[in-house]
């Protein structure tokens, strides 16, 4: 049984991560989507909240599973006793930069490999990052998240906008 793990900070989840899972779901026996808690980052979701929009917006897929780490990827793999690390690619940058980290990873532990996905064209320009700043500036994003995502942003915004 081929366990992968799809590692991210999904803050938040958008129709881009969607899309791997559903693609990746069809090829991996079970997938384990790790969010990575950084305390040296400032995310506008916490880490609960998060796993509970990836657990609700991955619902339709069953061999999904959500769980946390900090440190080491390579470590929570070899913790998991997963052997396959699945990354999403949009463009020729995200590319470059996760070929790198790709190549560093079989360095560390040559027992794993890393696989690259390519997004549907139609989320080639969809970031967490891009999501949450036009959402932050009350900007439309429900066709770049799922519904209860997007609700979460409206009332993130909302919760923001008292304080």
Do not use: C, W
């Amino acid at each position: 049984m081929t366990l992968a793990v799809y590692p991210g900070s999904f803050d938040p989840i958008t129709n881009g991560h969607i899309d791997i899972l559903e693609k990746t779901s069809k090829i991996f026996d079970r997938i384990v989507v790790a969010v990575v808690h950084n305390v040296n980052k400032k995310a506008l979701f916490d880490l609960e909240e998060r796993v509970q929009l990836i657990k609700a917006t991955t619902s339709h897929l069953k061999n999904i599973e959500v769980d946390y780490f900090n440190g080491l990827l390579i470590n929570y793999m070899h913790n998991k006793q997963a052997n396959v690390i699945i990354r999403g690619l949009r463009n020729v940058a995200d590319f470059e930069y996760e070929m790198h980290m790709g190549m560093m990873n079989k360095k560390i532990a040559p027992d794993i490999d890393t696989i690259f996905v390519m997004s549907d064209s139609n989320f080639t320009y969809v970031s967490s990052s891009i999501v949450k700043e036009v959402a932050l500036l009350n900007g439309n994003v429900e066709d770049l998240v799922p519904k209860i995502v997007n609700q979460a942003l409206i009332n993130k915004r909302a919760m923001l906008t008292k304080e």
